[in-house]
């Protein structure tokens, strides 16, 4: 079963969680309520769902109209929930298609769509989980035009299967990552380290990203302009002793 959730705390979080139930036919069983923010969520045990889809506000000093999606996981210091050095399972497919619907439905809303890197808990639950936002402050996470159309993405994703293409686990660029949203039509990305946590990166966090992304991923992804050449260097060696094979997104690019 696949699963909505969202904290009472979060404006956005609960105007698209009741869109979702007033007018997409969601039931109380697939949309679970949490008191506190979602990104110390501690979810019960026997909470085993196939994804887990969080819908929630993206804050930003900004303020820019945006509607984000991106999954979970602390590359150093869990500064905003999860545990330190700890990834969360990646659903890389249906991060895909999130990013798909919302570029689909939201053309045209005054919101700009994008992928983000993985950031922020919770980590350490057992299943898929990923963020889907409307952003950047009060004035959207309160207008329910945006809101709606997180609803309707959530609600395509909660009753469809996405589409199989191949899988990338990402590096580089910054942390609204516009390269790899560029090539979101032919890869589909899980765990992204941006540049600003690539010093992070060992052999250990490496193979959290490759094991904790599904599907497996095919190979890895760079934004080769968004890293220095040491640190291309660097990981590309970590990741031919693990056998991936490393590509550029421009490789992907119309």
């Given at each position: 079963m696949k699963l909505v959730a969202f904290s009472r705390e979060d404006a956005a979080g609960s105007n698209i969680a009741s869109i979702l139930l007033k007018?997409?036919?969601?039931?109380d069983k697939q949309v679970m309520a949490f008191d506190k923010t979602m990104t110390n969520a501690t979810f019960p045990q026997d909470f085993?769902?196939?994804v887990c889809i969080v819908?929630?506000?993206?804050?930003?000093?900004?303020?820019?109209?945006?509607?984000?999606?991106h999954v979970t996981g602390n590359f150093d210091a869990a500064e905003l929930g999860g545990r330190e050095?700890?990834?969360a399972i990646a659903p890389a497919l249906y991060l895909r298609e999130a990013i798909r619907k919302l570029l689909l439905y939201g053309a045209g809303s005054g919101?700009?769509?994008?992928?983000?890197?993985t950031h922020h808990g919770p980590t350490s639950q057992p299943f898929p989980l990923l963020f889907v936002e409307v952003g950047s402050g009060p004035v959207q996470w309160n207008d329910l035009s945006a809101c709606r159309i997180v609803a309707r993405v959530i609600s395509e994703l909660l009753s469809g299967e996405p589409e199989r293409v191949p899988v990338a686990v990402g590096f580089g660029g910054p942390h609204y990552a516009p390269n790899f949203t560029a090539v979101i039509e032919k890869v589909a990305v899980g765990h992204i380290a941006s540049k600003h946590v690539i010093e992070s990166i060992d052999e250990?966090?490496?193979r959290q990203m490759v094991e904790k992304t599904v599907p497996k991923p095919d190979f890895a992804l760079f934004d080769w302009k968004g890293l220095r050449g040491e640190e291309r260097g660097r990981i590309a060696g970590m990741l031919s002793k693990m056998g991936l094979e490393?590509?550029?997104t421009s490789e992907f690019k119309d």
């Open positions: 007018e997409f036919g969601l039931d085993r769902p196939e819908a929630s506000r993206h804050r930003s000093e900004s303020g820019q109209p945006t509607l984000t999606a050095k700890e990834l919101y700009s769509v994008s992928l983000e890197v250990s966090m490496l490393c590509k550029r």
